[in-house]
C-alpha cells in the first residue's frame, strides 16, 4: 500500500532527493504554486544515520540505505542541506543532525537559521533542560512537542512557554502508534503554536485530529487567527537570547 509504520506515504524512490523531486511534481500536478503556496518541512531523523556510523565503528552520518559504504561529516551535512534550502522551497528541518551533535546544531543553526525553521525533536525530547541549553549553545530555533514524551501536561506547557519566551517555535506533534485522541490538536491551539504534525490524511488516527481542528476553528468563528503568517520571513528570524 506504500504506507508507513506511521501512515505517511512510503513510495520506492531512487534517491533521496528524489523525494524532493515527486512532491515538486505532484505539486504542480494539483495546481498549486511550489514555493509561493505550498512549502517543505524535511524529518531526515539524522540520529539513526549516526547509529549507522557508530555501528560501523565511524563517526558521521551514513545513509545506510541509498549509500551504506558512505558515511559523511556534519560539515558535509550541513552543506547538503543548505543546497537544498538553495534549490527548493524547504522552510523546516527537523532533526538536522543527531540527538548528541550539539556542535554541529550551533553550525546548522548559524548556517540556515535566519531562513529555515530548525526543530529540535530528539535533541530536545520536550524537555526545559535540554532546550535551555539549546538556547544557552544557540541550538535550532524550534522544538517538537510531544506529550508523552516528557510525560505531564506541566511539563509540556513549561517546554512550550520557555521556547516561546525566546521566540523559538513550537510544533505539537504525535508519536509512532497513534490512536484517534485529539488531545494534541486541542494544545496546539490552546497554547497557540501555531503548528501542528500529525502527517497527511491518512488512516482515522490523522483525521481524527484535522476533523477536531475544523470543529475548533468552527467553534472559534472570527475569533480564531490563521497561523499562516509564521512563514513569514521577520516571524522565522529567531532572537537568541
Known amino acids: 500500500t506504500a504506507v508507513g509504520d506511521e501512515g505517511g506515504f512510503a513510495p520506492n524512490l531512487a534517491d533521496n532527493e528524489d523525494a524532493l523531486r515527486v512532491i515538486e511534481e505532484a505539486v ?53 542541506w543548505a543546497d537544498w534550502c538553495d534549490r527548493y522551497p524547504i522552510r523546516s528541518i527537523e532533526d538536522g543532525l543527531a540527538e548528541d551533535d550539539w556542535d554541529g546544531w550551533a553550525k546548522l543553526t548559524a548556517r540556515l537559521g535566519d531562513r529555515v525553521q530548525l526543530v529540535g525533536d530528539d535533541l530536545f525530547v520536550t524537555n526545559p533542560k535540554f532546550l535551555q541549553r539549546g538556547l544557552d549553545e544557540r541550538c535550532a530555533n524550534s522544538i517538537l512537542v510531544k506529550v508523552n514524551q516528557i510525560g505531564t501536561l506541566s511539563e509540556t506547557f513549561d517546554a512550550v512557554n520557555l521556547a516561546q519566551r525566546n521566540r523559538y517555535s513550537a510544533v505539537l506533534s504525535h508519536r509512532s502508534g497513534e490512536t484517534e485522541d485529539t488531545t494534541i490538536a486541542d494544545l496546539a491551539v490552546a497554547t497557540n503554536c501555531g503548528q501542528i504534525k500529525t502527517g497527511a490524511p491518512c488512516r482515522s488516527d490523522r483525521n481524527a485530529k484535522y476533523n477536531q481542528l475544523l470543529r475548533i476553528a468552527e467553534d472559534l468563528g472570527e475569533t480564531g487567527i490563521y497561523g499562516g503568517g509564521l512563514w513569514n520571513k521577520a516571524e522565522r528570524t529567531t532572537t537568541m537570547v
Open 28 to 80: 504542480d500536478k494539483a495546481g498549486y504554486s511550489f514555493g509561493h503556496q505550498i512549502f517543505i518541512a524535511l524529518d531526515p531523523a539524522t540520529s539513526e544515520l549516526a547509529n549507522a556510523a557508530r555501528a560501523k565503528g565511524k563517526d558521521g552520518y551514513c545513509f545506510f540505505s541509498s549509500a551504506p559504504d558512505r558515511v559523511i561529516s556534519s560539515d558535509a551535512l550541513i552543506e547538503l
